[in-house]
């Protein structure tokens, strides 16, 4: 099986001249000489640049236009990024010393703040580009795996001790998987571009899994399990590995970084990392809960988390993985309902191609859930 590497892209003239306006008003050393889009994710517009320096050395910056149509608050997004880079950067400053260029840095804009306003407004801000790693969209062997689980612990870690009072919550609701789900309900029931009739199967299958919806949000109002800084976004493709050692570098995507349930980012890890078939993949068969990269994520999750996460969290982590594939795969559903306006979408049907593959996972899951579960313990049992 072959891993997808995160693609970069050429550029048109226009939005090279883009990339170079916006890069210079950052805080960068040299000459602006190469300009790239990076294709990944759905939802921010992502370039890469390239500057020289006078002695001929050439830096490469991560450039990125904060989607206001999903982000209503760019600057609270903005506040919450700096917050956590600063306090990141500060704890690992106190053991390392040096940073190294291994973890996430925002570059100054002119004027002082991290950020600046485009030429057709928009917020854009500039990180530096972690030489020598790579994203993949699919993990390729289980070291990968156990690294990426690890560095998510160790970002949850890292952030443990900032209160979740300091953060904003950007998008409310964000994983409050009973509102997706009754927003799904809501679009289906006006439906309006006439493609309900099309995916009965999905909707109903969603509809039978109703009940498991509530569940982490039920026991964080018994009080088992806490309210935490989170990530929010942990798909495997947010972390870059080291290309030469396959060792996890840094987490990156900060932009949901709020307050949250530990769980949903276990599971989100889950939904992307232990499937060998990609996110959009029409080809079902090829879609599977491969157990081998769920015990290495396990075991990567607790060697980091086990200081702070409690019985009930490790007891839900193969559940949560099945949740927040669910609560995926309603979002793509509701969005291909409503006519695809929130996630990028790049060919016909893509959305529904989407959530069908995260339906198929949700099945994967559930065949294997009780000797997910069980491992999870063993490994707990170990760590204690
Ligand atoms: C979006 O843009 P990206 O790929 O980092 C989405 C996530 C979804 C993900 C599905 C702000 O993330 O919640 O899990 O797509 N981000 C937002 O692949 O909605
Ligand atoms: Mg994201």
Redesign the pocket.
């Known amino acids: 099986m072959v891993p997808t590497i995160t693609p970069i892209k050429n550029v048109t003239a226009e939005v090279l001249s883009t990339i170079s306006h916006i890069g210079n008003q950052f805080a960068i050393q040299g000459e602006f000489v190469e300009g790239h889009e990076i294709e990944s ?4 517009t992502t370039y890469m640049a390239t500057y020289e320096s006078p002695d001929g050395a050439r830096h490469r910056y991560i450039l990125q236009r904060i989607n206001q149509n999903v982000f209503k608050k760019p600057l609270a997004v903005m506040r919450n990024v700096e917050c956590v880079t600063r306090h990141i950067n500060w704890k690992v400053l106190r053991v390392k010393k040096d940073l190294g260029g291994q973890t996430l840095n925002l570059y100054p804009g002119r004027g002082g703040r991290f950020w600046v306003e485009g030429p057709n407004g928009g917020i854009w801000r500039c990180y530096n580009y972690i030489e020598g790693c790579q994203t993949f969209d699919v993990v390729e062997n289980t070291r990968q795996a156990y690294q990426a689980a690890r560095a998510f612990g160790s970002f949850q870690d890292l952030v443990s001790d900032l209160s979740p009072e300091e953060l904003e919550e950007t998008i409310p609701d964000f994983h409050n998987t009973p509102r997706r789900y009754q927003r799904l309900m809501e679009v289906a029931s006006t439906d309006p571009r006439g493609r309900l009739a099309s995916v009965r199967e999905e909707f109903e299958f969603i509809q039978q899994r109703e009940g498991i919806t509530g569940v982490l949000l039920q026991l964080h109002a018994e009080g088992k399990i806490p309210t935490r800084v989170t990530h929010n ?1 942990t ?1 495997i493709n ?1 972390v870059m590995i080291d290309s030469e050692t396959d060792e996890a570098v840094c987490v990156i ?1 900060l ?2 970084v709020m307050p949250g349930l530990s769980l949903y980012d276990f599971g989100d890890l889950l939904r992307t990392a232990t499937s060998p078939a990609e996110e959009d993949e029409t080809d079902l068969s090829k879609v599977q809960m491969r157990m081998p990269m769920y015990e290495a994520l396990v075991e990567g999750y607790l060697d980091s988390a086990s200081d702070f996460i409690n019985d009930i969290e490790v007891d839900h982590l193969a559940f949560s993985g099945k949740l927040i594939t669910l609560e995926i795969g309603i979002r793509f559903l509701t969005d291909y309902l409503e006519g695809d306006v929130y996630f990028k979408t790049h060919r016909e049907h893509h959305n529904l191609d989407r959530c069908r593959t995260q339906l198929e996972l949700v099945k994967r899951i559930e065949d294997q859930e009780e000797a997910m579960v069980k491992f999870a313990r063993k490994v707990r049992r170990g760590r204690k």
Do not use: E
Not at 41 to 44: A, D, E, P, R, W
């Open positions: 994710g759905h939802i921010n976004d798909k947010n995507d932009d949901t």
